[in-house]
């Protein structure tokens, strides 16, 4: 028989497993990205609803089919990795179907909007007429300009959506600890920590495992000529016009070009053939 448990074993088992502080991190600029998705959906969901119908508009729909749809977006999120993972013996790599977060909501989206289609929009050459993607493309518009679905209510259910489907934790922090302390800690040091482009002019916002390579492009970064001229800070989005038109050592025709030679060459050595 085994011993009774004091009161003193049961706080220190307490203590051990202790509360659990979820880091909640993730990538923001594809928690974005998902979130840019919605309104297009949601617009397309919309118009092919009410396509021939003559007592409803797609704006008179919005309301209802926008909740249906994140209850639909919600559902299917929850559901997937059982459907698709241990569905499937636990091989992830089984599916040729991308598991990229933003393609995973992007079907799910599809299979929505597809679901609301009346008889008119299913049985007409109405989804593949060029008027159709008019109608979808203005009223997303009106919607943004409206602020029908907020942009950071969008951004909350996308980052419900990503957690949901990013089951190999690619696009989001999952670490626990113990302590709130220890989750304040990790917060200054995490992957996924929310950080401003420091390039003066750049608006980007990024999660810090993305700082490098958003630097390696970042158009308002300043950096060398490529020509290896004497200019050091040239941003950039600069660099072309540069190189084009005032870089001492961009290229140019010979100045004996009238007389047959047909060589380039630098714009400064250029300057001194005479």
């Known amino acids: 028989m085994d011993p009774p448990v004091s009161d003193l074993d049961k706080i220190d088992d307490q203590k051990e497993k202790g509360p659990s502080f979820h880091c909640d991190l993730y990538d923001t600029e594809l ?3 998902i979130s840019q998705t919605f309104l297009p959906g949601l617009a397309t969901a919309c118009v092919d609803n009410t396509t021939g119908d ?3 508009s797609p704006g008179s729909v919005a309301a209802d089919i926008r909740k249906e749809m994140i209850d639909y977006l919600t559902h299917r999120s929850e559901t997937f990795v059982a459907e698709h993972i241990v569905l ?3 091989d992830s790599d089984s599916s040729e179907a991308s ?3 933003l393609d995973v909501v992007s ?3 599809d299979d929505f909007a597809t679901s609301k289609r009346n008889l008119f929009s299913r049985v007409s050459g109405w989804l593949l007429s060029e008027r159709r993607e008019d109608n979808v493309d203005d009223f997303a518009q009106e919607m943004e300009i409206s602020g029908f679905w907020l942009t950071d209510h969008r ?3 996308a980052q419900t959506l990503l957690k949901n489907v990013d089951f190999k934790n690619a696009f989001h922090c999952e670490m626990k600890f113990r302590t709130g302390e220890e989750l304040g800690e990790h917060g200054l040091s995490c992957g996924y920590r929310t950080m401003d482009c420091e390039n003066e002019g750049c608006n980007a916002v990024f999660c810090a495992r993305q700082m490098e390579s958003h630097d390696s492009v970042c158009p308002f970064k300043i950096v060398p000529c490529e020509q290896s001229c004497d200019e050091s800070g040239i941003m950039r989005r600069e660099m ?3 190189c ?3 870089c001492p050592m961009k290229l140019v025709n010979c100045a004996f070009r009238a007389v047959g030679c047909l060589s380039d060459v630098q714009y400064l050595q250029g300057s001194f053939s005479g």
């Open 244 to 246: 084009i038109t005032v």
């Open 240 to 242: 072309d016009r540069h």
């Open 155 to 157: 951004e909350r259910l």
């Open 88 to 90: 499937q013996g636990g």
């Open 107 to 109: 079907d799910f989206i």
């Open 31 to 33: 928690v974005h990205k």
């Open 54 to 56: 003559i007592f409803r």
């Open 99 to 101: 598991h990229h977060p």
